[in-house]
């Protein structure tokens, strides 16, 4: 249930307190061990606590207040009520939450219910409240960019709420993005078949000093989250210049992003936070598929929220690197329309693809859906496959639409096995 830094964590405190023949182990030793757990510092350090001074203050508080074992005494250090406490109201917010492992930022959240302790008593003199380290949790929120409003009591309810719906992690990339690179060196990437201009185009914007924002439109199912994939493939076996060699390529969850934002300006703290942490890593790439979602208001879509106006500084600067995916009628009616927007991305045309290409990509993943399905795919099969789907599906473009003619053949195989 801890997670294991947690209980790396633990494990220290409770070797210090045995080594200095401490009787009890106490909500100060715990808080004291989570200044050295990574999650629990970042978010102490987003209140602006002086981890030092801070560590002082205890290590004196431990030194002038906790008995200390004779030496003839053969007795393990007992851990006090109030330190279980704090544990087990960690581990109940985090199960009722859904979660699996308990952080250290889970437990300094469940300090501040033990108000009589000093180590409760130490944050606030830090001006450090719940409702801090709950923002921090939930949004990424750093103290500083909190609103001082005579709302701020409701908002704690909300954030508080919020705490126990996003996910829990050391880093707000893990919460809200997907790490591409890791999904690649794990193999859970199609290869990308073709479309090497766009690709080397892609990565020709990305090397850019300025503006290099690179904005792939093209209908839907032309292949176009494809080749972010196959960027971060070719990141993973060291095939791109210098300049991007070890790169992370992050696809953004919006998802995680907008879940528990019922308060007006929660997906832009969130998104601001989110944008601070890329600013930082140079080495970071986002990517936003359906990128109109979450920028500017389409057609009969009155439910998104405008956030060109926190991305546009950033994106002209080159400070961060965004590639993002639209369709062409989402390109112009949001970006065309916004030009200070549109000219901090760079257009690629991804054009779909023909039958003959479309052959050639099916080919290549032959041997992933043959695996799955525990079929064999002819080249006739394949061909007919392709030719199908553009006579009788109209309505969708390749090789989405001859992708999924392969794969609904081979799922309806066991139904045949079957009978």
Excluded at 186 to 215: F, H, M, S, W, Y
Excluded at 349 to 361: H, K
Aim: hydrophobic share 40%; proline share 3%.
């Amino acid at each position: 249930m801890l997670n294991h830094e947690l209980e790396l964590s633990l494990n220290i405190a409770f070797a210090k307190a045995r080594d200095n023949r401490h009787e009890f182990m106490t909500v100060e030793h715990l808080l004291l061990a989570l200044l050295s757990n990574k999650s629990a510092r970042e978010a102490l350090e987003a209140c602006k606590v002086d981890l030092a001074v801070l560590r002082e203050e205890l290590e004196i508080f431990i030194r002038k207040t906790t008995p200390i074992l004779p030496e003839h005494v053969d007795r393990e250090t007992q851990p006090t009520l109030s330190f279980q406490r704090v544990l087990q109201r960690a581990v109940f917010h985090v199960q009722s939450s859904g979660k699996n492992e308990v952080s250290g930022a889970n437990v300094l959240v469940a300090i501040f219910s033990e108000q009589e302790s000093h180590a409760a008593y130490l944050l606030r003199k830090h001006d450090v409240s719940r409702l801090d380290v709950v923002n921090f949790i939930s949004h990424g929120i750093l103290k500083d960019d909190q609103q001082n409003s005579d709302d701020q009591s409701d908002m704690g309810d909300i954030n508080a709420q919020s705490q126990q719906e996003m996910p829990q992690g050391d880093d707000r990339m893990d919460n809200f993005t997907t790490n591409l690179n890791q999904l690649a060196r794990q193999g859970k990437i199609d290869p990308l078949i073709g479309r090497q201009a766009e690709l080397e185009r892609t990565i020709q914007v990305l090397c850019r000093r300025r503006k290099n924002n690179p904005l792939l439109v093209g209908e839907s199912g032309v292949g176009k989250t494809a080749i972010a994939e196959g960027l971060a493939w070719r990141i993973e076996q060291n095939d791109v210049p210098d300049v991007m060699k070890g790169c992370t390529l992050y696809s953004l969850d919006i998802g995680s992003l907008l879940a528990g934002t019922k308060y007006r300006g929660d997906f832009e703290k969130r998104f601001k936070a989110l944008l601070k942490t890329l600013e930082k890593d140079e080495k970071s790439i986002l990517f936003i598929d359906e990128i109109h979602t979450i920028i500017g208001a389409g057609a009969a879509s009155g439910g998104q929220v405008d956030a060109a106006n926190l991305i546009k500084p950033l994106l002209s600067s080159g400070r961060i690197r965004v590639i993002g995916s639209t369709t062409y009628q989402e390109f112009s009616q949001i970006f065309e329309k916004d030009r200070a927007l549109a000219r901090r991305f760079q257009k690629i045309d991804v054009i779909e693809p023909s039958a003959d290409e479309t052959v050639l990509i099916i080919k290549g993943l032959r041997q992933k859906y043959e695996a799955h399905h525990d079929v064999r795919y002819t080249n006739k099969a394949i061909q007919a496959a392709v030719d199908l789907s553009v006579k009788y599906i109209t309505d969708r473009h390749l090789p989405d639409k001859a992708i999924d003619v392969i794969d609904e053949a081979g799922a309806k195989n066991p139904f045949n096995c079957t009978k």
